[in-house]
């Protein structure tokens, strides 16, 4: 090393290059903070870097649940992903997307291969660590305003003090019912992916002697339902089985090294049971690679103002400090991993639909200029179960950059910023595109708009692609535009030999996905005989909420009854249905599900007019907040001020499906629903001004400035899609 040690300064500093660490440096950075990314590993990316390999997974459940995907940065960083491409989502091609944003972002620079210790604390802050660069024997110093551990285990915030939680408390320490009896240290486990490659031909494997053996399936825990062993996740590109796991029992740091060696006598054991214990299809198949770095799930976590529980996620709490939010269930794993056999290897419990995190919860209750993003916030262990995912710890990490740009130019602690300034971080968060229920963006000059359109489509469910068995409940959501619903025509097929009653309920809801009220507003029943029928559902009169969420909720008096269904989702609804959680047998609730009934309202429900582009929301919830037009282009949507108004800034936001998941996006491109080709033009003393236009649009949100004009209407005219024949706007903001 050299004698000479290089100090380095930043407004903030960011600790660890995970989806947390990636998305603080970046927001940090572009929002006029001088940044600096530290990372102890030569990639970016964390658990889906290339040296690891998870796919990243976030609040819309593997798509299972709708509207519910990260937008923000981690939404651009997947278009960059798509437009790399990266259909396969390469975890290796995945790494270079992030380097490569990071590294043209101004204001900020990245030190790879950058081991981070020993901080300076002084008068309860950090004010300096000390770092070692092995690959250019460099030893220096760096020294911030503000410092973000995004790390996962939290060294440095350790080192400096931070008061943390380690291990699966009590139930009663905060009266949580998946908690354990009595706490103790264990943890969820490390996984080691593998993956594996068709040669053709028949392959063997000779397995080495000192991998752990499996005979048969009921060796793994929980057999093949805990531990599913089928091919396809070893032969994608970032494939394995997560549930390759081990380590929770031991001590996370000092066994680092003993649990990434057993995990390789777990891998290929699983491996040796694949190709040599019965008849798995693997003959063809061969072991090329394994991965050297165990992705971890679970260590120290740093206590904040807040410590979020099972509650706060289970109640889908809304919390006034909001900047993030969740969805994944609460997923906790058998500190035993796959020597859990033959216990069940995970117990957990389905959400009800998006829960918030608050600002208390990412930053430090001692260390005054220190926050938080990832694994390593204040949560219980139970709900950090939820919080854990990649893409909740990147849209926390935007949060935290955000936040740390507020205290630079405030002059203030992140306490300060969520005391006196919260508001102003959670519109910051809004204007960047992120998601936080029950949050609304101010749309500027559009406010005082009125918004009309060329066109607006109505409301129509598909028609019948197939059957679904109504388990006890089934539940459909819309948006009714009208005061009110005059009838409800349902496929439906009966399949005994004798007839069944049928219940249809409408109820309220607060949003598109909430099946939690169990107030009927009115009951209608039919007898259905045995057979296929369209059945006509009579509602009495009653005056209902113009543009508010409503749901009919279908109740067979016993088994033997399907409905008609289709896999296609029109938007702005949901459908449901009454099953046991599938982790607790006797908790039965209204489990969201993908596709869609086959129902007919009556009179036809008009939500996806103009005026949806001016609330303030990117995505269904009490509202369809976007603007879709019928079916041909090009087509128009059109702000008019009833005085000339000064404008030089418009922004649009798109429709990018958020019903897909990840892999879907990067193995199809863009979305058909976004709009490729528009114009955006300016009434400009009667005449029409051409302002911008776009062609070849692969964003979702698209932000332009141009020399101010004095116009009384914005025009935005689309002319083509990536394949859709309907316009679809979800927000437009205009300022001077």
Known sequence: MKDQIDNYHYDVVVIGGGMAGVCAALASARQGARTGLLQDRPVLGGNSSAEIGVKIQGADELGHYRFSRETGIINELFERNVNFPNPLQSPSIWSLVLWEACREQERLDVYLNTLVRNPTVENGRIVRVDCEQPTTERAFTVSSTIFIDCSGDGRVAAEAGAPFMMGREAKDQFGETLAEPVADGKRMGCTIYMRVRDMGQPIPFKPPPWIHIFKTDDDFPGGTRDAPHKLPPLLGTGGGYWWIEYGGELEPFADAETVRDELYRYALGVWDHIKNQGDHGADNLVLEHVGWVPGRRDSRRFIGDYIMTQEDAESCRVFPDAVAYGGWHIDLHNPKGVAAAPDRYWKGHLLRGRHTIPFRCLYAKTINNLMFAGRNISTSHVAMGTTRVMATCAVMGQAVGSAAALCIENRCTPRQVGSKHIRSLQQRLLAQDCYIPGGKRDVGLAAAAIATASSEATLVFPPRESWYAIPQKIAQSFIISGDQLDSVRVPLRNETNHPITVTLHLREGLRIDDFNNQENLLSVEQELSPGEHDILFSLPKRTLTPDTVYWVCLEPASEGVSCGYSQQEPPATQAGKFE?????????????????????????????????????????????NVWISEASLPQSLILTWDQPTSVSVVELVFDNNLDLTRLEWCSGGSPTELVRDCAVYAQVSGQRRRLFALEDNTCRIVRRTFESVTTTAITVEVTKTWGSDQARIVEVRVDR
């Open 580 to 624: 046991p959680q599938i982790f607790e047998t006797d908790a039965w609730f209204m489990r969201r599900i993908r596709g869609a009934f086959a129902i007919r309202l009556t009179p036809p429900t008009h939500c996806f007019g103009p005026r949806e582009v001016l609330t303030g929301v990117t995505r269904p919830e009490s509202r369809s």
